[in-house]
């Protein structure tokens, strides 16, 4: 009975086998398992299985000395992979209103990641008559991506003197392929930007056709898939600018993102993004400006306070690269929040705690918030809510 071939994943082949398989196949040039001192060899048969030899009754089974048939247990081997599955993540993500208020949106997104399993296989059997030897060598074939084939060829031969088979070969092939295949999932994905309403500010138009992802975010993978995954995955953006007719200097760009696995480039996918800009030389900064019906050039976004004594101030310095401090004032001993966000709504930081009446402060490292550009801070107690904007720069 033949040993079976198996699949595994390159991510896997990485983890646990490459050391056992690329140690195995130094022994080749010099007649493999023969010559093996290390014990290698049996390392590798624990791994992806091995020839049992042993009696056979006339039923064609596996016995013992005795005649009773194996079972499972010794027929029996596992390995282990990698397979790339999909969860539901649920966030939150702020919608600020006209008021300055905040309203939480809550919004499920698929999230690709790598999980390990263990499959079972069967070992070989070969049947004894009088005397059985089982040796093997083993052959690497894998591309410059990490997929292909690991061949352990087996030499066999059965009987005694006389009655001693002729030498049969016979080949298990071990399959190396992506736990992944190329999907939106596995990435952060930027999100629409700007309405006709409140769009985008920028200071010329030349920046309108050079859109940079510091303002607009960026397509990344998902940190945990980062250095996980065999695949070589590149990600470029196209952009299609239209002017808006009805509204001047405004305009909506149209960027594509692309996903290309250059191991397999038949899986490249796209996400298309809008965002809508308003070109104002005074924009001095990345900024949110208002279009409503409403006289709004007095408005600071998100800005509401409430109650005597109660007062969220602008950090400082504002912008910052280094860090940053936030103030802010209560009425009375309290506990509060201060949550800062990305222009999604995203949170990247919070601070919670218990607060004294007066003023109070926090400190915000440049290495705790992992984007630049704008971001929105919201300082939340049982009574008052108040929201500020902030920059950060490189």
């Given amino acids: 009975k033949e040993l079976e071939d198996l699949t595994i994943s390159c991510e896997a082949y990485n983890l646990f086998y490459k050391d056992v398989v690329e140690e195995a196949a130094s022994y080749n040039a010099v007649g493999g398992s023969i010559s093996d001192t290390s014990g290698v060899y049996a390392s590798l048969d624990e791994a992806f299985g091995k020839y049992i030899k042993t009696w056979v009754n006339n039923q064609g089974q596996p016995t013992d000395i005795e005649g009773n048939v194996f079972g499972d247990s010794v027929l029996q081997f596992y390995y282990s992979t990698v397979v790339c599955e999909e969860k539901s993540v649920t966030e939150k993500i702020a919608d600020t209103l006209h008021d300055g208020t905040i309203a939480w949106i809550t919004k499920v997104r698929k999230e690709s990641y790598l999980d390990t399993i263990r499959e079972a296989g069967y070992n070989g059997v070969i049947g004894v008559n009088c005397s059985a030897t089982c040796e093997q060598d083993v052959w690497i074939d894998l591309d410059d991506c990490g997929y ?58 030349v920046t309108v056709n050079n859109l940079p992802t510091s303002l607009t975010g960026d397509a990344t993978l998902l940190p945990h898939l980062e250095g996980a995954l065999c695949n070589a995955v590149a990600i470029g953006h196209e952009d299609k600018v239209s002017r808006i ?15 290309i696995d250059w191991c397999d ?29 409403d006289p709004m050039d007095d408005f600071e976004v998100g800005n509401r306070e409430i109650g005597d004594g109660f007062k969220l101030h602008q950090n400082r310095p504002n912008p910052f690269d280094g860090y940053t401090v936030i103030g802010f004032d209560l ?49 939340d107690t049982d009574k008052y809510t108040a929201t500020k904007r902030m920059v950060k720069v490189e």
């Fill in 331 to 379: 009425p009375e001993d309290t506990d509060a929040r201060l949550t800062i966000y990305d222009v999604t709504g995203k949170v990247l930081k919070e601070f919670e705690g218990e607060y004294k009446k007066g003023y109070n402060e926090v400190q915000v490292a440049q290495h705790e918030l992992p984007i630049t550009g704008v971001m929105y801070y919201q300082l």
């Fill in 148 to 205: 292909g084939t690991i061949t352990r060829r087996f030499f066999i031969q059965g009987g005694c003197g006389p009655h001693a088979t002729p030498p049969q070969e016979v080949e298990q092939v071990i399959y190396v392929e992506p736990a992944c295949e190329v999907r939106l999932s596995m990435f952060d994905l930027p999100s629409d930007i700007g309405t006709k309403t409140e769009a985008l500010c920028v200071a010329s138009e």
């Fill in 265 to 293: 480039q038949d899986s490249r996918i796209t996400h298309v993004q809008e965002i809508i800009v308003q070109v104002d030389p005074e924009c001095t900064e990345p900024d949110v400006v208002s279009r409503g019906p």
């Fill in 245 to 259: 007719l009805d509204a001047s200097g405004m305009y909506k760009v149209e960027r594509t993102w692309e996903f």
